[in-house]
């Protein structure tokens, strides 16, 4: 899209403790200006983390709201939408009936995400707010995002992602946990702090590690806490001190949540989770450095606005993002212990031989991140065990935890990285099976490719520098420049050009450039 059009967008967050609504006016330069932004209670979360179902209650007044706000945005002649749950939809065991209720009573289709996607979007949020947050990667810097059903850990130094640990101790999701000892003490908080401590002291170590001087907070009621502790509770600050955060702690330690809505004014549903999310800061904040929280304020909601922007209107800022994941996927293989330089040749090659053959796999460019991220990890699986190591990968890969990534996305990423060796797709094999034609196709595809990609390379000595493809008849010419004999590269070559061209319709051949 060009000009100077613009459009009306929603996002909607289906949360476990709130369902909010964002609706903007979009430019075609990414540009996103907030014209209506909406928040109401919810039970969801709650319902799930204490029975494990959402209240058919709680599922009417879900449905309620969201049909609400569905009205709004035909008043606002909302033109594109995205609507997400998160850990309390995605957790409950009535989940699918829940989403159907919502579509069934609003028109609207609610997205599942995990936590990787849930990351994602808030990393967006926080790139498109804070313009120069690129830099908080080349410092010790430790992120944490409290959500209502789990915790979020990211810890970036050197310019690079460290490690990212997601923990199931969210902020309600506490308060249900350790619901029947709130009666049966008077030191409730004491209670949650060692529980908390229990679940965390494991990452000790691994913090400990690295000089931490940046404490980025996300989530949490972050915005209640930061006017709690801000100029005598009045106003709001995007840094959050230490020793306020402290004494805020010791006079909410006194209180119960009743008392705690009363003396701050706030909804039963934000006083019962603002001491186990001040617990849960304080708790990292001790293992770092930082003289406090800085709180950059970005919602779910802004990632999601953000994430449209750069899909709708394929922004700069999209490449950006595509490069730090893939630097994530990087420091993944790094764990596994990678041959580093092979895998890199194998993506180089992988993206050379889909890009010059696009006219017969007519795969578009998702299907080329997902080869690309299976080319960087085809071999994980040999940290494991050398035998049957494509096996393994599509494993380790399947429970990645990759910042962007659906589950369904991650699914067919292992998959193409399962058959990169000498097995070929079969619906006698349950992961391929459960797939649908769809899918089976693009990870037959992209693993064609991949297969042909790992024969060049079957030496790990990474002799082909270069590959020019032609067409000619039934057969496409692999005119492959390289620095030595490539005797054995051409032979393992030969081995899989049977399957390439039962799946692209072509007959791969290979050809020395000048011969």
Known sequence: M????????????????????????????????????????????????????????????????????????????????????????REAENKEYVLEQIRLKTGLDVEVINNAQERFFMYKAMRYTIPDSRGFGHKGTLIVDIRSGGIEISLYSSGSLKFTEYIKIGSLRLRGILADLEKMTLDFPGIVEEFVESRIDFLIPLI??????????????????????????????????????????????????????????????????LLPSIILFYSFLEMTNAKGIYAPMVSLRQGLLADMADERFNTPRKKEFLNDVISSVRFIGQRYFIDEIHCSHIELLTMTIFDQTADFHRLGGKERFYLRVAAILHDVGKYVNLNQHDIHSYNIIKFQDIMGFSDHELHLIANVARYHSEEKPSVDDENYFVMEHKDRMI????????????????SHKHKVIDIDIEKKGREIIFKVLATEDILLEEWSFSAHINFFEEVMGVKPVIKRAGV
């Open 2 to 89: 060009g000009g100077n059009y613009s459009e009306s967008v929603a996002s909607i967050d289906v949360g476990s403790n709130s369902i909010r609504m964002t609706i903007a006016q979009m430019s075609p330069d990414g540009r996103i200006e907030i014209l209506e932004d909406l928040w109401n209670n919810t039970g969801v979360g709650k319902d799930t983390f204490m029975f494990g179902r959402i209240q058919v209650d709680t599922i009417y007044r879900t449905c309620d709201i969201l049909l609400n706000y569905t009205r709004l945005m035909k008043d606002y002649n909302v033109e594109y939408y995205r609507a997400v749950c998160t850990s309390g939809i």
């Open 443 to 458: 990870v037959s595809k992209l693993a064609a490719i991949l297969k042909v990609a790992e024969a060049l390379d079957i």
């Open 208 to 273: 400990s590690e690295v000089p931490i001087n940046n404490f980025i907070g996300l989530g949490g009621e972050l915005s209640v806490i930061s006017k709690l502790t801000f100029d005598g509770n009045t106003g709001e600050s995007k840094f959050v001190n230490k020793a306020a955060l402290r004494e805020l702690y010791n006079e909410l330690h006194k209180m119960s949540t009743e008392q705690i809505a009363k003396r701050f004014m706030l909804e039963k549903n934000q006083a019962e989770i």
